[in-house]
């Protein structure tokens, strides 16, 4: 079976969530028997056999952001059908156009992976402008007409059929995303406790770390006021880069600034680390902390809280879209409960409410360290034994059969 695998994201070019699933996906099917992955990704993805990257075509390298993806997705689109293929699957809307006209021009099924959706992401309009239009546009058509949709979570799969209610709910089947626990452990190495002071922080005070891109799904401004409940021996790390927008950028500015100033200068320090770090710096950093949070008001799955928890931290999360599929209340962590405006934006309906109850769950965790440590204990044995990509790479390889045969698979 060879299946062309399209995607805004691939290594080294990895931003988010939906980079990380596309990589381990790829690399898992790679190691199944009777499969042929052909990688296709923007800009210079690692040099390997089965991957081309794509450049924003010749006279749109200064156009809007939409326009210059769908400039990429038309290329892809053009290889696929040239190159030949039993199967396309897309990932997120900036290739979600190119696997639909792909599978248009060479008559084969298109899967796409429901990593996120735009009308359940308004706050894009921001950054894309009236690119926003064209991506929603790009990504309904692509649902629309797509073979079969996997959802990342069951919060995921309600979402989709909410949005888009005329795809046939027997096409949308739920595969969570995974974590590799081999290469996501802990490490409290010497070498690693290095890494942690390099970057001006003790690796034996208690920590609560933040990872994530600086955009309004994520919740960062929320986190930052609630992080003025926690004691000033707390270290506070924020893992946090990428600014959608240059205003939501100096918004996050801003409150850092102040909870600085309002912890004083002998408090425990608050570092802000906004490059992607190597993955090695990033296990060490979790390693040596205390609390993960994950402050979301929209997050299908959140394979950031896999990690956390391969590394034997626990969560605290927002109890929204696909984190309570992860994270359990009470046992790997503490979930936040949220109450959300019905508007698409997630934002929380009491905003005060939110912030105390994620404070409150931040001091219950940081106040306990000893069962902080049993449910870290616990969340690493969860995600050891439910989220591995090996599991996951077969499970989708079943969606991509029942596709081809135009059967459903079993639940």
């Known amino acids: 079976m060879r299946i062309d695998i399209l995607s805004r994201e691939y290594p080294p070019n990895v931003y988010g969530g ?23 990704a923007f800009d210079d993805p690692v040099e390997e056999p089965g991957t081309r990257g794509y ?69 894009k309009a921001e950054q894309l402008g009236g690119g926003y239009a064209i991506s929603s546009m790009a990504e309904k058509v ?33 595969v969570h995303n995974g974590i590799d626990s081999e290469r996501w452990r802990r490490d409290t190495s010497e070498a690693a406790r290095e890494t942690v002071r390099g970057h001006g922080l003790d690796p034996d005070a208690p920590t609560v770390v933040f990872l994530g891109r600086i955009t309004r799904q994520k919740g960062l401004p929320y986190l930052l006021r609630a992080l003025r409940r926690l004691d000033d021996d707390v270290q506070v790390v924020l893992l946090a880069g990428a600014p959608d927008t240059p205003e939501i950028e100096r918004e996050v500015i801003g409150l850092v600034d102040t909870l600085r100033t309002d912890r004083g200068r002998d408090a425990a320090p608050v570092v802000w680390i906004g490059e992607m770090l190597p993955r090695d710096q990033v296990i060490a950093v979790l390693s040596h902390s205390s609390v993960f949070v994950c402050p979301s008001v929209y997050e299908p799955l959140g394979i950031v809280n896999l990690e956390a928890m391969a590394c034997g931290l626990p969560v605290v999360a927002t109890a929204t879209g696909g984190i309570p599929e992860v994270v359990v209340d009470g046992e790997t962590g503490w979930l936040v409960p949220i109450e959300q405006v019905g508007d698409g934006t997630g934002t929380p309906v009491d905003e005060e409410r939110f912030v105390d109850d994620l404070g409150a769950a931040l001091v219950a965790a940081l106040g306990d360290l000893d069962e902080a440590r049993r449910r ?23 969606v991509y059969r029942s596709t081809l045969e135009g059967r459903t698979p079993p639940p």
């Open 18 to 40: 939906a980079g990380v699933h596309v990589a381990e996906l790829t690399r898992a099917l790679r190691e199944l028997d009777g499969v042929e992955v052909r990688v296709r």
């Open 55 to 123: 450049a924003v075509p010749a006279g749109l390298e200064e156009a809007n952001g939409a326009l210059r993806t769908l400039g990429v997705d038309l290329l892809m689109a053009r290889d696929v059908a040239a190159e030949g293929a039993d199967l396309v699957h897309s990932h997120t809307w900036y290739a979600n156009l190119g696997g639909h006209l792909g599978s248009l021009l060479a008559g084969v099924p298109h899967v796409i992976s429901a990593h996120s959706l735009e009308p359940l992401r308004p706050w």
């Open 142 to 174: 692509s649902y629309e007409g797509a073979a079969a949709i996997i959802a990342v979570s069951a919060g995921m799969r309600r979402d989709i059929l909410a949005a888009y209610p005329s795809v046939d709910p027997d096409t949308v089947h739920v």
């Open 376 to 398: 870290g204990e616990a969340g690493r044995r969860r995600a050891v034994e439910s989220f591995s990509w090996t599991s996951i790479a077969e499970r989708t390889l079943e």
